[in-house]
Each structure stands twice: as structure tokens, then as C-alpha cells.
């Protein structure tokens, strides 16, 4: 046994003495085919869709939701298969992909994704990164079937027409509109906005003087004592607050806002007649008169709904106020454009009342990946600069950002 490792060890330290040169270079040639075939073999079976969905995470997931859509059975008899879409076409994207698609082989070892609660929780993550890579290369894999210049445009419908003209007029990728085409949609309360750590970082750092008016960066929970002991309800993001004291972690503040005098008025609102939510309180402290003081009361007469002005007094964490709501609406302006314009011209802010805007912005925030603080911050957005603050009919007039707004 001995002999048998010193001859290896000569072998491969001193080859040219045991073999000829043409032999090693056949045999590292042969050895080279061998290994490439190895390779590409292995790179055709795993980009089999058997491959795929031969993982329990991957068959009990994502097979059935894409089993629902058009992609799995259709008219044409033309089928999408996993690696259709999720593999690149490219060798060397293919490789890169095959190399990041190890995490979520090792997500599936270790159980990170092993379960449908599991899997539902980490899909915004899977998601992003897809969105990301079909975003930097054009959605490639996509216009393999489904390219700007193969379209009829006349045969779409008037709506989709001018979509898609649009799109391919600025070579858009397709992802941008087409998100949840094939696989559900992830929650996007799991998703992060990182402006908002800006904003957070704003004002922990912000001095604030007992009453002057400040503005929440993010919702804030309301508590009935300074211990912050007992939740009272939650007070929303861009909520003009007047502040009483500051002892340790906790800050008085005062509220004078608005409700309607129907059921127990939980929902308080920053302006008369308008439906722009400052705070929601618990049912059961909403109609203590301890705790609110009812200013006064008037119809609107636009729905015949009595509307009441109510304060109150509230505690609420230290660090979480800021002086100005500008950087808030910044924030939210450059979410409005960036995402509702990605597959149609936006309308202007003030084109639409603040009671309409709320409709119209849930039924196309689906489409964004807006996640669910910024899709709050930016509705509270358009109404605020919505068409009851424009100076000017659709124009681009400065709201009223008190908080004891009434309308004529």
C-alpha cells in the first residue's frame, strides 16, 4: 500500500517521466469533453420543469397557481414551463441564475420555505429578486414569445392599445405591469420602504416643544396612560398632532379632528366632510366622553351625514414626529410618479376630489409593488392635494394642512 502512494505521488508530481506528452494531452482533452458533457448534461436536467417541481415546495406552491393561468392551458395549445421563465436563455446568465438559484435550494434544506405559511411569508422576498433581474434585462425570457414587434396593436382593446403602445415605444420591460401573471401575488405588508427609515431617522432626532404641532412619519399606536400600558387605537402617517408634554419615552399629544356621528365614530378624519383618516380608535374608548370632547356638530351637505368636531388626549412613543410634512409628501410624490406611471400616464393629483381618490387609488395600487405604509402615505398624499385644496379646477393648488379644515 505504501508503494501504491509513493507511485501516485510520482505519477502526478512527476508525470512527463511515467507518460508522454501527446499522452497527456489527449488524455486532458478527453478528460475536458468528458467533464463539459457532464455539465451540460447536468445544466439539461435541471432545466427540465420535472426538475423544478420534483421539491415539495416548489409542487405544493407554485405548480397549482400556475395550473389557474392562461400560461398552463390555453386555446393555442402553447404551454409555459418553469424554466420558460425563470431560467435565462443566455449561458452566462443561465450560469449566474443556476448560482442564485441555490439559495432557495438551500431555503428549501433548511426549511426556511418548507411550509405553505412559510413559503406565503419569504414570497415577497423570492418575488423582488425576481422582479429585479426581469427588470435589469428587459424581461428577455418573456419576449422570447412575447415581443413589441411581433404585436397587432389594432387587434387589442382600445385600453390596452394605448398600454402597450406606450410600452414598447419606450422598450419596457415586461414585468413592470405584468406582476401575478402566472404565480399569486406576495403580501406586500412584508415588504420595506427604505425612505421611511430616512424620516424615522429624522425625528428621533427632532426637538419638540411643548405646543407646537408636529406630523407622525409612520402610524403610531394611541395609549390612554403614560406608562403606555393601555392601547387605545392607532394614530396614521402624515397625522397633524399638537404636543402637551414629553416625560421620558412617551409624549402627550392632542387631537381635533373629525368624525361622523353614525355607529361609534372609530374612524377620525383631518378635514369636515372629507374622508382622509388621521386616526382609528378602539371601539370601546370611541364614545367615552372622558376621553372625547365633541366641539361641535354640523351637516355636510353634500351627503346629509351630521359631522362632528372632536378632541382629545392621547400618549404616543417619543421619536416618531417630525416639524414639517413636506419630506412625508416627497416621499410620497416620488412613489406616485415612479410607480402609477410605469403602465399609464398618472392623473394630476388635483384631477380628482379627495372622497373619490380613495377608490380609484385601491383599485390600481394591486398593480404596484407598493407595500402597504407606502401605499397609505401616498393616498393620504392625493388627497390632500386633491381638487378640494386646488386653488384652480385640475390644478396644482397648495392644500390646507390644518387640522379644523371645513368645507363651504
Not at 380609484?360 to 407598493?370: E, Q
Request: charged residues 25%; positive net charge; glycine residues 8%.
Amino acid at each position: 500500500m505504501k508503494t501504491l502512494f509513493a507511485f501516485i505521488r510520482r505519477l502526478f508530481l512527476r508525470p512527463s517521466a511515467r507518460i508522454g506528452l501527446g499522452v497527456l494531452v489527449t488524455g486532458g482533452f478527453i478528460a475536458g469533453v468528458i467533464a463539459w458533457a457532464g455539465f451540460n448534461k447536468a445544466m439539461e436536467a435541471t432545466n427540465q420543469e420535472r426538475f423544478c417541481i420534483s421539491c415539495h415546495t416548489m409542487h405544493d406552491n407554485l405548480l397549482p397557481e400556475l395550473q389557474k393561468t392562461v400560461h398552463w392551458n390555453n386555446r393555442t395549445g402553447v404551454r409555459a414551463r418553469c424554466p420558460d421563465c425563470h431560467v435565462p436563455h443566455a449561458f452566462t446568465d443561465k450560469v449566474a441564475r443556476k448560482m442564485q438559484a441555490s439559495r432557495e435550494v438551500w431555503g428549501h434544506l433548511v426549511g426556511t420555505i418548507a411550509t405553505r405559511d412559510k413559503f406565503k411569508e419569504h414570497r415577497i422576498v423570492l418575488a423582488q429578486r425576481e422582479w429585479a433581474r426581469f427588470a435589469a434585462n428587459g424581461s428577455k425570457e418573456c419576449r422570447a414569445c412575447h415581443d413589441y414587434k411581433d404585436m397587432d396593436f389594432e387587434r387589442m382593446r382600445p385600453t390596452s392599445q394605448v398600454a402597450m403602445r406606450n410600452a414598447a415605444s419606450r422598450n419596457q420591460s415586461c414585468v413592470d405591469c405584468h406582476k401575478g401573471i402566472a404565480h399569486q401575488l406576495p403580501d406586500m405588508k412584508g415588504a420595506h420602504n427604505p425612505a421611511f427609515d430616512t424620516l424615522v431617522s429624522t425625528a428621533a432626532g427632532q426637538r419638540v416643544e411643548a405646543g407646537a404641532a408636529y406630523f407622525t412619519v409612520v402610524p403610531q399606536d394611541l395609549f390612554a396612560d403614560e406608562a403606555m400600558a393601555t392601547r387605545i387605537g392607532v394614530l396614521e402617517v402624515a397625522a397633524k398632532v399638537k404636543v402637551l408634554e414629553t416625560k421620558g419615552d412617551a409624549q402627550q399629544v392632542e387631537l381635533a379632528l373629525w368624525r361622523k356621528n353614525k355607529g361609534y365614530g372609530r374612524v377620525w378624519y383631518g378635514h369636515f366632510g372629507l374622508n382622509i383618516t388621521s386616526a382609528v380608535l378602539d371601539k370601546a374608548i370611541a364614545r367615552d366622553d372622558k376621553f372625547v370632547t365633541v366641539v361641535e356638530s354640523k351637516e355636510d351637505p353634500l351627503t346629509g351625514l351630521e359631522w362632528q368636531q372632536v378632541a382629545a388626549k392621547a400618549w404616543i412613543r417619543k421619536g416618531s414626529l417630525i416639524d414639517s410634512v413636506e419630506p412625508i409628501w416627497t416621499i410620497a410624490r416620488a412613489s406616485y410618479s415612479t410607480s402609477c406611471s410605469v403602465c399609464h400616464r398618472q392623473p394630476d393629483e388635483a384631477h380628482f376630489d379627495a372622497n373619490t381618490w380613495p377608490g380609484l387609488f385601491g383599485g390600481m395600487v394591486g398593480f404596484t409593488s407598493m407595500d402597504g405604509d407606502t401605499a397609505k402615505v401616498v393616498l393620504k398624499y392625493l388627497q390632500t392635494h386633491s381638487s378640494d385644496f386646488s386653488t384652480t379646477q385640475h390644478g396644482a393648488g397648495a392644500p390646507d394642512t390644518t387640522l379644523q379644515t371645513a368645507r363651504p
